[in-house]
């Protein structure tokens, strides 16, 4: 059997086979017949209307008789089949047929606007993420014409990665995203490798069919409610910067994950989370997860920060199982920031660059205007010695504390 995509045209094929095979009546009481006053299409007066008990309604195709359905089933329509393998030419064809239809929409107008770094970071991951969305029907083939693969999935961990932490999300959010993120220096490669990273670790907990899907039919085929809050949690916990409930950062080992273990339990939660969400019927295995994790779709707006972080704690929950830790940085008081940052401004000498100034000590600065901390809201707390657990209080104290950017500090310490 050939398979096609329709270019243009959806909605009227939609149309009509909601007619024929009477699901419109389902979605909508109302679907029926109607004559749409400057159409060269005149339809039959007998079709127009039906009297129902309450009012009139447009004649439905089971209302038809049968020899006006046969007429309507032997109805010929144009169609115009287009034999190109090119996506960017079909992408261009659709663009053109839509002209005057769309108005342009934010992703779209984005890409227009900005320039430089962001922008390019975007481009690169879409491309790479384009073929697995699709695959799992999470975006489709339309979306992503529409740049929309982009702005719901790309632009959404772009936040996570920027901020490192679970963020909310909005149309001018994600403009700031794009507009502070002309010049990123080396930061940029950094984030592309760490979410590519955080993707395939996500792939590889699921074994694809034979089509190369992988979780068709759990919850994870959802963009909001379950693809994302995966990925978002896959990241911050690889990287680093899963915060605990006392603040401390936490970087967990994927060398040393059981991922046989993991795959069974999220295989097992996604497929029951989806059913639970269509209220059908559950396995009782993960109940305790599901049941809360339903809480989570249900607790408010899938764009704001405290619904997503509640999503990603469940999911959490089940990885840490499994995952050990790597190592954790506790949380820097603001004293003992402040407290760095003088000592940092007293001292002399080779290390400390010149007198007065406070120099990031990661050994791989990502500041592409030099080393030198020019403000104490730049700094963050970075350790002499690594933390890890069980590594003692030692490691928080104010000896073992030396200054780095916010953003060294994420990647200060990384041993891969
Ligand atoms: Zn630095």
């Given at each position: 059997m050939k398979h096609y995509e329709v270019i243009d045209g959806q909605q009227r094929l939609s149309a009509i086979f909601d007619f024929m095979f009477n699901e419109g009546l389902t979605k909508n009481s109302e679907f029926g017949l109607k004559q749409i006053p400057n159409s060269t299409i005149k339809i039959h007066e007998k079709l127009l209307t039906k009297s129902t008990k309450s009012k009139k309604k447009g004649v439905a195709y089971i209302d038809m008789s049968s020899d006006d359905q046969e007429r309507f089933d032997n109805y010929k329509i144009r169609v115009r089949e287009v034999y190109e393998e090119n996506d960017d030419k079909i992408e261009d064809l659709f663009r053109r047929l839509n002209t005057n239809v769309y108005e342009n929409n934010r992703q779209e107008l984005r890409n227009a606007t900005y320039t430089g770094d962001m922008k390019d970071l975007a481009r690169i991951l879409t491309k790479k993420f384009q073929n697995f969305l699709l695959l799992n029907k999470i975006v489709t083939q339309k979306n992503c014409w529409r740049q929309l693969d982009t702005d719901k999935v790309v632009n959404e961990i772009l936040l996570v990665a920027t901020q490192d932490q679970i963020v909310s999300s909005s149309n001018d959010i994600k403009d700031d995203l794009y507009a502070n993120g002309e010049t990123m220096g080396l930061i940029k490669n950094k984030i592309q490798k760490d979410v590519e990273e955080a993707q395939e670790f996500l792939e590889s907990l699921f074994p694809p069919d034979g089509e190369g899907r992988r979780f068709i039919g759990t919850v994870f085929s959802k963009h909001a409610h379950g693809y994302l809050p995966l990925l978002t949690t896959i990241y911050l916990m690889i990287t680093g910067n899963w915060i605990d409930d006392n603040g401390n950062r936490i970087r967990y080992n994927i060398n040393k994950t059981n991922k046989k273990k993991i795959r069974e339990r999220l295989d097992d939660f996604g497929v029951n989370t989806h059913r639970k969400l269509r209220n059908e019927k559950t396995n009782v295995k993960e109940r305790k997860y599901v049941l809360k994790y339903k809480k989570a779709v249900e607790y408010g707006r899938t764009t704001n920060a405290s619904p997503r972080v509640k999503k990603c704690k469940i999911i959490h929950e089940i990885l840490e199982k499994y995952m050990p830790v790597m190592d954790i940085r506790t949380k820097c008081k603001s004293g003992d920031r402040e407290w760095l940052y003088k000592e940092w401004q007293r001292r002399e000498g080779e290390s400390a660059g010149k007198k007065g100034k406070v120099m990031c000590?990661?050994?791989?600065?990502?500041n592409p205007k030099g080393k030198e901390i020019r403000s104490l809201a730049e700094m963050d707390c970075g350790h002499i010695k690594m933390q890890k657990l069980?590594?003692?209080?030692?490691?928080?104290?104010?000896?073992?504390l030396r200054p780095e950017h916010f953003g060294c500090n994420r990647s200060a310490n990384q041993v891969r």
């Amino acid at each position: 059997m050939k398979h096609y995509e329709v270019i243009d045209g959806q909605q009227r094929l939609s149309a009509i086979f909601d007619f024929m095979f009477n699901e419109g009546l389902t979605k909508n009481s109302e679907f029926g017949l109607k004559q749409i006053p400057n159409s060269t299409i005149k339809i039959h007066e007998k079709l127009l209307t039906k009297s129902t008990k309450s009012k009139k309604k447009g004649v439905a195709y089971i209302d038809m008789s049968s020899d006006d359905q046969e007429r309507f089933d032997n109805y010929k329509i144009r169609v115009r089949e287009v034999y190109e393998e090119n996506d960017d030419k079909i992408e261009d064809l659709f663009r053109r047929l839509n002209t005057n239809v769309y108005e342009n929409n934010r992703q779209e107008l984005r890409n227009a606007t900005y320039t430089g770094d962001m922008k390019d970071l975007a481009r690169i991951l879409t491309k790479k993420f384009q073929n697995f969305l699709l695959l799992n029907k999470i975006v489709t083939q339309k979306n992503c014409w529409r740049q929309l693969d982009t702005d719901k999935v790309v632009n959404e961990i772009l936040l996570v990665a920027t901020q490192d932490q679970i963020v909310s999300s909005s149309n001018d959010i994600k403009d700031d995203l794009y507009a502070n993120g002309e010049t990123m220096g080396l930061i940029k490669n950094k984030i592309q490798k760490d979410v590519e990273e955080a993707q395939e670790f996500l792939e590889s907990l699921f074994p694809p069919d034979g089509e190369g899907r992988r979780f068709i039919g759990t919850v994870f085929s959802k963009h909001a409610h379950g693809y994302l809050p995966l990925l978002t949690t896959i990241y911050l916990m690889i990287t680093g910067n899963w915060i605990d409930d006392n603040g401390n950062r936490i970087r967990y080992n994927i060398n040393k994950t059981n991922k046989k273990k993991i795959r069974e339990r999220l295989d097992d939660f996604g497929v029951n989370t989806h059913r639970k969400l269509r209220n059908e019927k559950t396995n009782v295995k993960e109940r305790k997860y599901v049941l809360k994790y339903k809480k989570a779709v249900e607790y408010g707006r899938t764009t704001n920060a405290s619904p997503r972080v509640k999503k990603c704690k469940i999911i959490h929950e089940i990885l840490e199982k499994y995952m050990p830790v790597m190592d954790i940085r506790t949380k820097c008081k603001s004293g003992d920031r402040e407290w760095l940052y003088k000592e940092w401004q007293r001292r002399e000498g080779e290390s400390a660059g010149k007198k007065g100034k406070v120099m990031c000590q990661a050994k791989n600065c990502i500041n592409p205007k030099g080393k030198e901390i020019r403000s104490l809201a730049e700094m963050d707390c970075g350790h002499i010695k690594m933390q890890k657990l069980g590594y003692g209080r030692g490691g928080d104290e104010r000896k073992n504390l030396r200054p780095e950017h916010f953003g060294c500090n994420r990647s200060a310490n990384q041993v891969r």
